[in-house]
């Protein structure tokens, strides 16, 4: 799991102070609803602008303290850091906020409105760090529970009927989501490997901000030689991931920023 700290994502600071809760008796899972962009899934730098217009609007529009919600979840799985464990969220409604938090799914009525498998394992793990850190009860509700609204809409809502199964969890679904098919696609690069990967890999390292030292003039960019296999370790350390120089299924999704 990757969690945003709120300097990542750009986050203002709230205005004011936050209410204490030491515990709650769950988590209300919530979407955005309007209409989201579906390239939100190829480029998860949207997701950042996505938590700076919904924070605007919450603060200038709605006059709140802060962005609503205590997490957020992206297409990608990752966690972004909203108001956090052990302070009451704005997003359930009035009087409804004390006994529940509230994590985000970035989904909308229309454009993206179905979670990736990435997304639900996310909102799992947010829901483990509202537990662990701020005493979260065992209730998995929708915001539609108990308060009148189509949020979280119809597919997680769904889910969180299920009773919020992790996808990566359960045996009863055999499909494989397209992130998956499109890595599966990918080989696995080890030191020494040659060809048009390598190249690929180099080049979405580029892009992603490493190894812009190094001189495809001088290195060949479809031989993974030791310059680069120490940029790809560099870049597994810092994404939280093991950093042992292999380019394969966890570090090619990253390197694609899926
Ligand atoms: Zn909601
Ligand atoms: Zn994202």
């Given at each position: 799991m990757a969690l945003i700290?709120?300097?990542d ?35 998860h ?31 990608h799985g990752d966690l ?124 979405l390292l580029?892009a992603r901000g490493y ?20 940029e790809v370790k560099r870049f597994q350390a810092e994404k939280g991931l093991d950093d042992d120089g292999l380019v394969g299924k966890a570090t090619w999704p990253r390197l694609l920023g899926l």
């Amino acid at each position: 799991m990757a969690l945003i700290s709120r300097r990542d994502w750009g986050a203002r600071a709230p205005r004011g102070p936050y209410t204490s809760l030491t515990h709650t008796k769950g988590v209300k899972v919530h979407y955005i609803g309007d209409h989201v962009d579906p390239r939100l899934l190829t480029d998860h730098d949207r997701c950042l602008a996505v938590m700076r217009q919904i924070q605007n609007h919450h603060m200038d529009g709605n006059g709140w303290t802060d962005f609503a919600y205590n997490l957020a979840v992206c297409p990608h799985g990752d966690l972004l850091m909203g108001r956090g464990a052990g302070h009451m969220s704005a997003a359930n409604g009035p009087g409804r906020n004390h006994d529940h938090y509230a994590v985000l799914g970035m989904l909308g009525s229309t454009g993206l409105t179905d979670p990736t498998d990435a997304m639900l394992n996310g909102i799992r793990d947010a829901i483990d760090y509202l537990r662990e850190h701020g005493g979260a009860g065992k209730e998995i509700k929708g915001h539609r529970d108990g308060y009148s609204t189509s949020c979280p809409g119809a597919a997680l809502y769904a889910w969180v009927k299920a009773g919020a199964p992790r996808p990566d969890g359960g045996s009863s679904s055999p499909s494989t989501t397209w992130t998956e098919t499109l890595v599966d696609q990918l080989p696995l690069l080890s030191p020494g490997a040659t060809g048009r990967h390598v190249k690929t890999c180099f080049y979405l390292l580029r892009a992603r901000g490493y190894g812009k030292e190094l001189d495809e003039h001088v290195i060949d960019p479809t031989v993974y030689g030791p310059a680069v296999v120490a940029e790809v370790k560099r870049f597994q350390a810092e994404k939280g991931l093991d950093d042992d120089g292999l380019v394969g299924k966890a570090t090619w999704p990253r390197l694609l920023g899926l």
